[in-house]
């Protein structure tokens, strides 16, 4: 991790010096929320040229849109083209940064990340594949920078290391993050509040278009060496008779996952006619993010995603045929574990 470089970056910006944050596309509650976070700080520095965006639809998921920062967010199509400094938040490879990786190039780039499976892109890598979101990433070089938390910049961080923990749940919840997280809300934000908005609050109509998504899910016992998948999809169909926005569909593998028969669970989310966005999470039996590599995505071991091509019952299938070989040796050294 090239920390001295990275601070190095930031402090020789010229004065006047435009910098430009990016993150994933679509992005989740830890690319918004290291990323404006981050934005946030840099503007405590005195930082005045500043853009926040993301490649595909410019649309922030309404759970996001009381973030502080919000108003760094500029549609990517009006981004800076000719930045002094590029910082890159919650991506795993340039796949993921669409038509912004052109400015990747034209000027020095930080990539903050927690991705095991990151290409390792950009000049400046502060990757670190134990942090358990974006935003611990983000907060240790704010701290480099001296800059200190108030309750705006701890708000994104919050929300970013809430979302990506699961809501302090997961593993990778250890003793640091819930450090990390009494720093946060020592700054006087509500978790109650914050949490209501970004996990328990959607539209009805979404709480219909749930009911019909999961009343179609399937479970495959036989699949992953008997391990099973249990696996359900979403159509644009599906989306429009219930006037829903795509985001309202994320938490549903939250839902399908619990299923106790399978290891592995799936949501396919249609974007196209023959195209879908997938979700996939694993209990530890199945490395899915060698089931996405393999299909052309990334992520995590035990969550990670791809674009599929074809029917949703094709996806669904090559999945299926993928996750034989994906299946974690807990007798090989690495393997087990997070
Ligand atoms: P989610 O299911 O929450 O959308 O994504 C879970 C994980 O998989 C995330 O960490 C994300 O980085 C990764 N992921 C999801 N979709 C894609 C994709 O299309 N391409 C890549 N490279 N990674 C993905
Ligand atoms: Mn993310
Ligand atoms: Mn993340």
Known sequence: EDWAAAVAAVRSLPAGGRVLLICHVNPDGDALGSMLGFGLGLRRLGVRQLQATFPGPPEVPEPFRALPGLDLLVPAAQAIADPDLVLCFDAASESRLGDLVDRLDRAPAIVLDHHASNTRFGGIHLVDPAAAATSVVAERLLTRLGVPLDQEIAECLYVALATDTGSFRFDMTTPAVHEMAARLLATGIRPGEISRRIFDTRPFGAI??????????????????????????????DLARHGQRPYVLEPLIDSVRCAAEADVSCVVKQTGTREWAVSMRSKGAVDVSRVAVALGGGGHRLAAGFTGRGTAHEVAAAIRDELDTALIDPEVPGQAGV
């Open 208 to 237: 219909r278009l749930y009911g019909e998504v999961l009343s179609r899910t399937t479970l495959d016992p036989a699949a992953a060496g008997g391990h099973g998948m249990v696996w359900t999809y979403a159509t644009q169909d």
